[in-house]
């Protein structure tokens, strides 16, 4: 069955450091999300993509982070300069159609820490 | 106003029963609906999805939606210790594709 998957399963930074997340979605979905979930708390939408460009991104997606897929499998998520407050774990998720159902399906995440 | 409410819990309930789970949102536009699992450091893993009022059935597992209420609630029949996790409520609009998910359930099913 297709999956999701990201890499790597776990970073560790230092503040003020950049890192990028990395997923491979589903091979003939179109579109990608990331969302975070801070320890104890719920799953929060950061942004969606489709046909190559940002679709709707939250509060949260500030200037410093950006997305992009560089070819035709993988889709990434950039932190320029990490906070403490940056420490979740990052979920990539794609979906066929996003009107309707659309079901988005999970990546197994990226446990970030910035120290 | 919380876009997406659920009763954090935890739930508890004997193994065998039936598990009641509880979800109202906010947005009236709103169209589709799922039901995630979450185990402990996990990622969600979708259960059920419902778009129309009624109920829907899947296995062990019901889904009814109210949207005149702004309700959607999960039952889980025959519950099973395996069954123990958090389950997210989440929402979608009928434009865009953003999951607004609920702070979760978490049910504890006891052998």
């Known amino acids: 069955e297709p999956e999701v998957t990201q890499t790597p399963s776990h970073q560790v930074t230092q503040m003020g450091q950049e890192v990028i997340l990395r997923c491979v979605p589903i091979s003939n979905h179109l579109y990608f999300y990331w969302y975070r979930q801070i320890l104890g708390q719920k799953v929060e939408f950061l942004v969606s993509?489709?046909?190559?460009?940002?679709?709707?991104k939250s509060e949260i997606f500030d200037d410093q982070f950006s997305v992009e897929r560089p070819d035709g499998s993988n889709f990434t998520l950039k932190i320029r300069s990490t906070k403490l407050e940056d420490s979740a774990m990052y979920f990539c998720?794609?979906?066929?159609?996003?009107?309707?159902?659309?079901?988005?399906?999970f990546g197994p995440g990226t446990r970030l820490t910035v120290l | 106003q919380k876009e997406v409410e659920q009763n954090s819990g935890p739930l508890s309930v004997p193994e065998g029963a039936i598990a009641s789970l509880n979800c109202t949102y906010s947005d009236r536009v709103s169209q589709s609906f799922f039901w995630y699992r979450q185990y402990s450091g996990k990622s969600p893993e979708l259960i059920m999805s419902?778009?129309?009022?009624g109920d829907k059935e899947d296995g062990r597992f019901t889904a009814q939606l109210n949207k005149a209420s702004q309700y959607v609630s999960l039952l889980i029949r025959d519950s099973q210790p395996s069954d123990s996790a958090t389950y997210l409520c989440a929402v979608k609009g009928n434009q865009g594709g953003k999951l607004i998910f609920g702070q979760g359930t978490e049910l504890s099913v006891k052998p």
């Open positions: 998720a794609s979906s066929d159609v996003i009107a309707g159902g659309g079901t988005q399906y």
């Open positions: 993509f489709y046909n190559n460009e940002i679709s709707e």
């Open positions: 419902i778009y129309s009022n």
